[in-house]
Every structure is written in structure tokens, then in C-alpha cells.
């Protein structure tokens, strides 16, 4: 459901527009069955010279479909327009951003393709610690409770940004996370948002993963930890019970064609 009809439509439209290395991600794809509806729809490209292609290939398809599409910036590696039809509207971006993942791109129904949840997790870990957006606490939360622990995916960040420690980005959430009901009026939500019981929550969550993280080695951060093919928060104490799987360009699958299957099971999206 947070997805607006009108996003359906624009993704299932693009959607064959979409390959490795042209694919969706921020909060549309986190989001698909989650809590709030996201404002914009994210294109990510590893290249620059594939955001502009994109954009204008995409945009025209959008034109021939009746949507009516109104440019805000068009800059080399970035794209930004409004996408309308019949009163609704919803933004667009197309966007150069790194190809340094753990997973490889996701093959997907409505997408096309899309960035797999672990990477959208992560990167929503990340964004978290260098802006301040209430939005980004909710879809932590949703992401601790439906797909990972949030100690775990702030463990496998650092990964993509060497400036933080896991400590310092869990230092870095909470500085930002402080956000009273009128910071969550203007977000479209599924149910309203309780502010006092997501700050409760929230300090509880980054408490445990303060806690995980001070007690991993030295020298195992940004790794996944992966049980019966499956990233979860390890026992540090028992490290050598998990696989360890680590971030590269463009992402790789664990060596075991049947782990990557039941990877893929366990972080496949259901159709809305």
C-alpha cells in the first residue's frame, strides 16, 4: 500500500527501462511495504554518463503515456523532475551513486530491478547519521523489526563511508533523532505516528546496538555475518559459526548457490 497509485504506475511503466546498472532504490523500494509512503521515486546509476540517458529516455515514455513531467534540475550525474497526471504527482530522481554494495542488483516485478534490502538498509543507515529527517527513523525502526537488526546493518555500513566508526554513526543517529509530533505531521503515513513511543523505541534499538558493537572485534567491521545464507546480528562471541561476507563493486552473492536462494527468498518483496 506506500506506494501511491501513481508511483505504481510510473514503475511498472519504466520498469523495462530498468538493468543492472539503471535500478530503484531509496525509501519507494524500502518502503514498498512499509509504514509511509515516499515522495520521491529513486533512480540509481553506477555511471554518470547514464543519468542523463536515462532520465531522457525515461521522461520520454512517461510524455507518451500521458504523464506530464516538469524538470527541476538537470545537472551532470543528477536529474530531478516532477512527474503528474490527473491532480496526483510525485517526484523523480535520477542518480549517479557508487557502486559499492554487498548484494547485487535485485531483479524485480514492478521495479525492474532494485537495490537488495540489505543495501538499502545500509544506505538508509548512512543517510541517517549526515542529515536530519524524521522519515529516517521510522524506516530504521521498520528495518530493525522486518529485516535486520539495526546493530548489524550499522556494524556493514561503515563499509561504504571509512569515515565512521560503528560508533560514530550510531553517535551520529542520535544526535540527528530528536523529533517531536509536529516533525512527523507532514509525512504520509499508513497509521498516525506515536512521536513518544518512536523516541522510545529508537533509544532502546540504538542501545542494543551500542551494546553489539562495543563487544565485536576490532577489525571486523563493515561485514555482513550470514547464517543458512541469511544476514543476521552474530553472537560475537561466536563469530566463527556465521560466514562472513563483505561489500564490493557491484556486489556479489555468497558462494553457495543455494545460500543466494535462500537469501533470496528471505528478502524477496510481495507484490502490493
Same mark, same amino acid.
Given at each position: ?12 511503466? /519504466? ?13 519507494? @523500494? ?31 515514455? /512517461?510524455?507518451? $503515456? ?5 524538470? +527541476? ?67 530504521? /525502526?521498520?528495518? $530493525?523489526? $522486518? ?21 560514530? /554513526? ?8 530528536? *523529533?517531536?509530533?509536529?516533525? *512527523? ?21 540504538? $542501545? ?15 561485514? +555482513? ?31 553457495? @548457490? ?15
Amino acid at each position: 500500500m506506500p506506494l501511491s497509485e501513481l508511483q505504481h504506475q510510473i514503475l511498472a511503466l /519504466l520498469a523495462s527501462h530498468r538493468n543492472p546498472e539503471s535500478y530503484i532504490a531509496g525509501a519507494a @523500494a524500502l518502503n514498498r511495504c512499509g509504514p509511509r509512503f515516499s515522495s520521491d521515486i529513486d533512480i540509481f546509476h553506477d555511471q554518470e554518463d547514464a543519468v542523463s540517458l536515462s532520465a531522457e529516455v525515461d521522461s520520454r515514455l /512517461l510524455a507518451e $503515456n500521458g504523464f506530464s513531467v516538469q524538470w +527541476l534540475r538537470r545537472y551532470p550525474g543528477f536529474h530531478a523532475a516532477v512527474v503528474q497526471q490527473r491532480g496526483e504527482k510525485t517526484k523523480l530522481e535520477w542518480v549517479r551513486d557508487s557502486d559499492f554494495r554487498f548484494f547485487p542488483v535485485v531483479a524485480d516485478e514492478l521495479f525492474g530491478y532494485r537495490l537488495h534490502m540489505i543495501d538499502l538498509a545500509t544506505n538508509k543507515a548512512l543517510a541517517a547519521a549526515g542529515r536530519r529527517e524524521p522519515r529516517d527513523v521510522l524506516d530504521l /525502526l521498520y528495518i $530493525n523489526e $522486518n529485516y535486520l537488526s539495526l546493530g548489524a546493518v550499522i556494524w556493514a555500513s561503515v563499509a561504504k563511508d571509512p569515515g565512521y566508526s560503528p560508533e560514530s /554513526l550510531i553517535t551520529e543517529i542520535r544526535r540527528n533523532a530528536r *523529533y517531536l509530533a509536529d516533525d *512527523y505531521a507532514d509525512l504520509a503515513m499508513v497509521k498516525p505516528v506515536d512521536a513518544a513511543a518512536v523516541s522510545r523505541t529508537l533509544r532502546h534499538v540504538l $542501545n542494543e546496538a551500542d551494546l553489539f558493537v562495543r563487544t565485536m572485534p576490532i577489525g571486523k567491521e563493515g561485514l +555482513l555475518f550470514l547464517k543458512n545464507g541469511v544476514p543476521v546480528q552474530p553472537e560475537p562471541e561466536l563469530l566463527t559459526a556465521y560466514q562472513e561476507h563483505a561489500g564490493k563493486r557491484r556486489g556479489v552473492w555468497p558462494s553457495s @548457490a543455494d545460500i543466494a536462494s535462500a537469501m533470496m527468498e528471505r528478502y524477496k518483496m510481495p507484490m502490493p
